[in-house]
């Protein structure tokens, strides 16, 4: 009854040691700026925990919402060293260390190999692997050759996902000015390919009346460089996107908009387009040229790692997971700090009754969805 109880001592056990031994390798002011960043505080969203590589991207990609997020357009690299973000994960409350632990996704509001990027992404990436071994996944759009490929394949997780983002052959050039071409980009994935890394094409964002009429070449093209994992995306836009695409003369903008399931709210404010049609077509060609078709970006990380997830509607992924005890569940809540906790599981659902704060709880859900793979709910007692 106490097996799960007896793996979330050791878990945090191994969490506080990590974070004395980081500690002592970081001078007073680098760990109150570890500790004071955000990394170090926010909660995994469904695909892991975000690393932050950088901050502002310049390829000035016209489907883009970095802009539309108050992002600049000039690059920097993240401010934090490799060492504090390690610590910063490690004073995050939410984050489990480990290779069974929270997914790492690097990139986000940045292309983690641009120029101005890449060596603080390759620190991260060799940092996270030396003190975590948490399961890496990288989105690009970039290259890597020479000495910084060799680091990467060295270096990071040996069964890092990288998702190679292409959303048309034709139109990159004005589409996604400033990245490297579809070609360059293929040669990379077809070297990772040879060298045994887990590959992905990251058909992300789907632009109807570009991306859907070039699916046959891009996935065909995917596969001859090795590819045999494939993710679709769909559009997000905001009034920001829908200005530029419109003047690009290439997006017939009345087809995006009839996918509108509404119009933007605001400057900030996502809406996704209706797309089920579009990747349902991907999908019977990619199943034509023998690529397997996963529903999301932290699919295709279990799948590369060999893990199980069961936690959202899409699940399960990689291999089911073994249907987690009550009972246990209910123990490890309580080493996690929740009082006479109580624990119901119906399908791929965890209930869990907490009694304790609002964000202990949230803490605990976190955890033991984490470690279980099934979709957890809680709520506090009384």
């Not at 119009?263 to 990619?286: F, M, Y």
Request: charged share 25%; hydrophobic share 35%.
């Amino acid at each position: 009854m106490k097996r799960f109880a007896n793996l979330v001592e050791r878990l945090l056990a191994e969490k506080k040691r990590l974070a004395a031994s980081i500690e002592s390798r970081l001078d007073p002011r680098e760990a109150e700026e570890a500790r004071r960043d955000h990394h170090a505080r926010r909660r995994p969203i469904p695909c892991g925990m975000t690393i932050h590589t950088g901050v502002g991207c310049n390829f000035g990609c016209l489907y883009c919402y970095v802009p539309d997020m108050g992002f600049p357009l000039k690059p920097r690299p993240y401010p934090l060293s490799g060492l504090q973000l390690v610590y910063a994960l490690l004073n995050n409350p939410y984050f489990v260390p480990g290779p069974r632990g929270t997914l790492l996704a690097f990139g986000s509001v940045t292309e983690p190999f641009m120029p101005e990027t890449v060596d603080r992404a390759l620190e991260y990436l060799e940092e996270t692997w030396r003190h975590l071994r948490n399961p890496q996944q990288i989105s690009t759009k970039s290259v890597l050759d020479g000495e910084r490929l060799e680091r990467f394949v060295k270096s990071s997780d040996p069964r890092i996902n990288v998702l190679i983002t292409i959303t048309t052959l034709r139109y990159a050039h004005m589409l996604e000015p400033g990245a490297p071409s579809p070609d360059e980009r293929l040669r990379f994935a077809a070297e990772l390919a040879r060298r045994g890394v887990s590959v992905t094409l990251f058909l992300r964002p789907i632009v109807p009346g570009v991306t859907d009429r070039e699916l046959e070449d891009i996935i065909r093209r995917a596969r001859e460089a090795g590819i045999r994992t494939m993710v679709p995306g769909s559009l997000r836009v905001t009034p920001g996107i829908l200005r530029r695409l419109g003047a690009s003369g290439i997006v017939d903008i009345k087809a995006i908009e009839e996918r509108l399931p509404r119009n933007p709210r605001g400057s900030r404010d996502q809406v996704t387009l209706r797309e089920s049609d579009l990747k349902e077509l991907a999908a019977r060609i990619a199943a034509r040229y023998g690529l397997r078709v996963l529903p999301s970006s932290c699919s295709a990380n279990i799948v590369s790692h060999g893990l199980g997830c069961w936690a959202c509607k899409w699940g399960p992924c990689g291999h089911a997971p073994p249907r987690p005890q009550e009972g246990e569940v209910a123990e490890a809540a309580e080493v996690l700090g929740c009082r006479r906790a109580r624990a119901s599981v119906k399908g791929n659902t965890i209930y869990l009754v907490c009694n304790g704060d609002r964000r202990l709880a949230d803490i605990a859900r976190v955890w033991i969805e984490t470690i279980t793979e099934f979709r957890t709910v809680a709520r506090q007692g009384r």
